[in-house]
């Protein structure tokens, strides 16, 4: 259910076999921000631009909030093999959303509490989890030029 700076989630199933094909989540009442078309599995729709996802997960990173949301860290593990990180787009970004960055203090000087909260966090559709210090250690490159 969305709320006050809570997006609203979303589970799109294959309607035969109620197979999770992927998840959304769906901001509302926020101001306008990039997106571009994209289809999955038939599906067509409007999302995020993929700049606008990873400075989105880059502002939780940077704040103390990647203690309860340890996903977006994964999902700029993931996103860093596919995407390349532009600091000034990332920046821009930021800004058109209302969003800052954080001094990083969680993410640089709290690893064990961080790998606490990755260990707790659980990956479903059998995916495999990498292991928190290969998970740690690319994701810290790829943001070092934004810490």
Not at 54 to 76: E, G, M, N, P, T
Not at 132 to 144: A, H, L, M, S, T
Request: proline share 3%; aromatic share 12%.
């Amino acid at each position: 259910m969305y709320g006050e700076k809570r997006s609203a989630g979303f589970e799109l199933k294959d309607r035969i076999t109620e197979d999770l094909l992927f998840t959304m989540d769906i901001d509302v009442n926020r101001p306008k921000m990039p997106t571009r078309i994209y289809e999955v599995d038939d599906i067509i729709f409007r999302g995020l631009t993929p700049n606008q996802m990873i400075a989105d997960k880059v502002s939780v990173l940077s704040s103390d909030k990647i203690f309860r949301r340890i996903k977006d860290l994964v999902d700029l593990f993931y996103m860093s093999h596919v995407f390349e990180l532009n600091a000034i787009e990332i920046m821009n970004n930021l800004e058109q959303s209302g969003r800052v960055l954080g001094d990083f203090n969680g993410f640089v000087n709290r690893k064990d509490e961080l790998k606490h909260s990755y260990d707790k966090f659980r990956f479903s559709g059998g995916v495999s989890k990498p292991e928190f210090d290969v998970v740690y250690d690319k994701v810290y490159e790829y943001v070092n030029n934004l810490i």
